[in-house]
T-cell receptor
């Protein structure tokens, strides 16, 4: 699966939008972009996924660039409970649905 | 929906003993379950992929004779750490998927401490 690159850490003020970038420059046409987050000592929580169109759900928005080489997860109004490690993963469902986690971005929401 | 549970949530055992961890999909049938291991301050590392009724596929470097995986039904997979040693102490997390085209749903994790 394609390797992803994310910043190690980010801060965001409570109530503001948190924009988390992810680079996946070697992504192939069959690979989806998934976002999960992990709050300390818990299992990862699914956030959103997409192939090439922008996606939005009750948790977040996913913006994928036209060339699909990068994406941004947007938490529109960050709260203290959004403090977590956010993982961007690319996965090819045609070859299997394994997830290989990178190092993720540690997001801290500041009061 | 799509809830995955793990039991136990934590376990402490003596070196040399075996420990079994259960992973259940509570409200869906999981065609595939996955097992991960996470050491402190590190990311999740995929250990193996398990399909119901067939042998698990282990990732490179994971000893299949040490980490026994059984996926006997569409709602239950077990991971047995055999002859556990202190270096096996870790956070073990399972996930389940009801289709190869869908997202994985993760359990809450099991913290294993081997003394």
């Amino acid at each position: 699966d394609a390797k992803t690159t994310q910043p190690t850490s980010m801060d965001c003020a409570e109530g503001r939008a948190a924009n988390l970038p992810c680079n996946h420059s070697t992504i192939s046409g069959n690979e989806y972009v998934y976002w999960y987050r992990q709050i300390h000592s818990q299992g990862p929580q699914y956030i959103i996924h997409g192939l090439k169109n922008n996606e939005t759900n009750e948790m977040a928005s996913l913006i994928i660039t036209e060339d699909r080489k990068s994406s941004t997860l947007i938490l529109p109004h960050a709260t203290l409970r959004d403090t977590a490690v956010y993982y961007c993963i690319v996965r090819d469902s045609n070859t299997g649905n394994q997830f290989y986690f990178g190092t993720g971005t540690s997001l801290t929401v500041i009061p | 929906g799509a809830v995955v549970s793990q039991h136990p949530s934590w376990v402490i055992c003596k070196s040399g003993t075996s420990v079994k961890i259960e992973c259940r999909s509570l409200d869906f049938q999981a065609t595939t379950m996955f097992w991960y291991r996470q050491f402190p301050k590190q990311s999740l590392m995929l250990m193996a992929t398990s399909n119901e009724g067939s042998k698990a596929t282990y990732e490179q470097g994971v000893e299949k004779d040490k980490f026994l995986i059984n996926h006997a039904s569409l709602t239950l997979s077990t991971l047995t750490v055999t002859s556990a040693h202190p270096e096996d102490s870790s956070f073990y997390i399972c996930s389940a998927s009801f289709s190869r085209y869908n997202e994985q749903f993760f359990g809450p994790g099991t913290r294993l401490t081997v003394l």
